[in-house]
């Protein structure tokens, strides 16, 4: 994440291509092929990896913290 870059939001390889648009295709039902076909510069292990990030900030918890 750059906050300089798609206003900070995740991209792909530094690319401007988000990872919620990637998320967003393959939740639409778009195929690997068919993202590949839209964003050429896409490589299936970024597809791959946008959608392990997804599965992790899923899982990802905030706990708050006592004050002091």
Do not use: F, K
């Not at 946008?50 to 990802?60: D, G, K, N, T």
Request: glycine fraction near 8%.
């Amino acid at each position: 994440m750059n906050p300089q870059v798609m206003t900070g939001r995740p991209c792909i390889r530094g690319m401007r291509i988000t990872v919620g648009t990637i998320i967003g295709l393959v939740a639409a039902g778009c195929s690997w092929p068919e993202i590949r076909e839209h964003y050429p510069e896409i490589e299936d292990e970024d597809i791959r990896q946008a959608l392990q990030y997804a599965r992790w900030r899923c899982e990802e918890r905030e706990v708050e913290l006592a004050e002091a």
